[in-house]
């Protein structure tokens, strides 16, 4: 099980998770062409069905065309959609299974659609919550018995084993979709995720970059990059688009940061605008990844821009210091860099070469070269 996200909503982790890997247009796709199938069999299951009324055929028909239709339409857009119209989508398709099923004449046609549930089931472990999963289900419990009740009378023994067959395979598919989220959040555990945008948060980052400095070899001259990245005028971004713009915003930023940096690079995130980044180069002049950096961002849909403080520093003094006692110092040098490009209007850095640090030579702190560099 999926320990500490069990009760809480997955969508916007899911989100972040797969704009990082690019799949969102691609799962969007699958959605839409799922919902797409299932609406078209339920409306010619609907329409032919012999056993109901002319009109009564005819309007829930209607109803399953339109519905599926308003609902294939809204992930086939170019946009992810927000959480809500995802939760909409999960209880319109768990009601319209459920009206399709109870309303075929047949019971035993209908106990075979109800295993069109397990798709609500694994759509709620999967983007949801067990939450939502509890909803699906009582709904779908409520269909079976409902069905049930009306086969017993003509087959007992066909009405346990179907409703025995629905309860088992929507078991199993929530065991499978448990199973999926957990081999995809084995990269890092959840508690460790930046929710929203799919980073490290500050603790897994400095634990992450404290693994970083210990696995590279000290036979070489190699030098740690610490960035602070500060969105210039986030603030004014969230008071003309709102929350839902701002949060569109940090997960977008994220992504273009993944992209920007090297594969082995550490990410992380903090606050509502802060990202953190740190990576080991062989020459001490990161300016080429700055300048990337703030390039990336200012290209960004939401006109914004960036203030970076940057640390270089050699490596080989890191390793014989406590970690997390030199990434704080190192991390505070950098953020007060960051502070002096936001006070000089923004959109460029500062870069510290090589800054003298207490917690390596007791030197003092303050003595340390600047380099300014605008984009």
């Known amino acids: 099980m999926l320990h500490g996200r069990d009760q809480r909503d997955h969508y916007d982790w899911l989100t972040a998770y797969l704009a990082a890997r690019d799949l969102q247009v691609a799962t969007s796709r699958a959605v839409a062409a799922l919902i797409g199938s299932l609406g078209v069999i339920s409306v010619l299951v609907t329409a032919l069905s012999s056993g109901l009324q002319h009109s009564f055929r005819f309007a829930l028909a209607v109803v399953l065309l339109v519905v599926c239709t308003a609902m294939v339409l809204m992930w086939s857009r170019s946009d992810w959609p927000p959480r809500w119209q995802s939760q909409v989508c999960l209880v319109a398709g768990t009601v319209l299974i459920a009206a399709t099923c109870v309303s075929d004449p047949d019971p035993v046609l209908g106990l075979l659609g109800s295993v069109a549930f397990t798709v609500t089931t694994g759509y709620a472990v999967i983007f949801h919550s067990r939450r939502w999963l509890i909803g699906v289900w009582v709904v779908q419990l409520a269909t079976l018995i409902l069905l049930a009740w009306r086969l017993v009378s003509i087959d007992y023994g066909l009405a346990v084993a179907s409703v025995l067959f629905v309860v088992l395979i929507n078991a199993f598919m929530v065991f499978a979709c448990e199973l999926v989220l957990r081999l995809i959040g084995s990269e890092k555990p959840h508690g460790e995720i930046e929710p929203l945008t799919g980073l490290l948060n500050r603790d897994a980052f400095y634990d992450s970059v404290a693994t970083l400095i210990g696995s590279r070899s000290r036979h070489d001259d190699r030098y740690l990059i610490l960035i602070v990245v500060n969105l210039d005028s986030f603030s004014l971004l969230t008071a003309m688009s709102g929350k839902t713009g701002g949060n569109r915003a940090r997960v977008a930023i994220g992504q273009r940061l993944r992209e920007t ?115």
């Open 261 to 375: 940096v090297r594969g082995d690079a550490v990410i992380g995130h903090q606050g509502d605008a802060e990202y953190l980044v740190a990576d080991v180069f062989t020459t001490p002049d990161p300016t080429p990844l700055a300048e990337r950096i703030l390039g990336t961002i200012k290209s960004a849909p939401y006109q914004l821009t960036a203030s970076l403080g940057v640390v270089s520093t050699p490596l080989k003094p890191l390793t014989e210091q406590a970690s997390h006692d030199v990434l704080d110092e190192l991390l505070t040098i950098s953020t007060g860099a960051m502070y002096e490009a936001r006070k000089s209007g923004g959109n460029q850095f500062r870069l510290l070469l090589s800054p003298a640090l207490a917690s390596t030579d007791g030197d003092d702190p303050d003595d340390r070269p600047e380099i300014e560099r605008s984009a």
